[in-house]
Nanobody, 122 residues
């Protein structure tokens, strides 16, 4: 069982930046791909970004490409989502998830965190 914990959310103004972190309790992400998803009130949970278990592969939703960057810590104990130029439409609860492949589909992930709230004001 992998327990994921997200952190780094908060309330910011449009144009600001935040960095979200995802850590796995008691283990590393060495053999897991990790994805970030978000869910706004009344909307479906949507894919944001993912990073493969091998270095180099990343994929992003079109809505965040060029503004968000997903990365792994060097010790493979954390995955980060750097979010720049935040907009009110980025307001959501952000979840990290771990699984075998870096896919935009939620079904590709076996483990999910509880989420961290990001609120962007105009």
């Amino acid at each position: 069982q992998v327990q994921l914990v997200e952190s780094g959310g908060g309330s910011v103004q449009a144009g600001d930046s935040l960095r979200l972190s995802c850590t796995a309790s008691g283990r590393t992400f060495r053999s897991y791909s990790v994805g970030w998803f978000r869910q706004a009130p009344g909307k479906e949970r949507e894919f944001v970004a993912a990073i493969g278990w091998g270095f180099g592969f990343t994929t992003y939703a079109d809505s965040v490409k060029a503004r968000f960057t997903i990365s792994r810590g060097s010790a493979m104990t954390a995955v980060y989502l750097q979010m720049n130029a935040l907009q009110p439409e980025d307001t959501a609860t952000y979840y990290c998830a771990a699984g075998a492949t870096a896919t935009p589909g939620r079904e590709g992930y076996d483990y999910w965190g509880q989420g961290t709230q990001v609120t962007v004001s105009s």
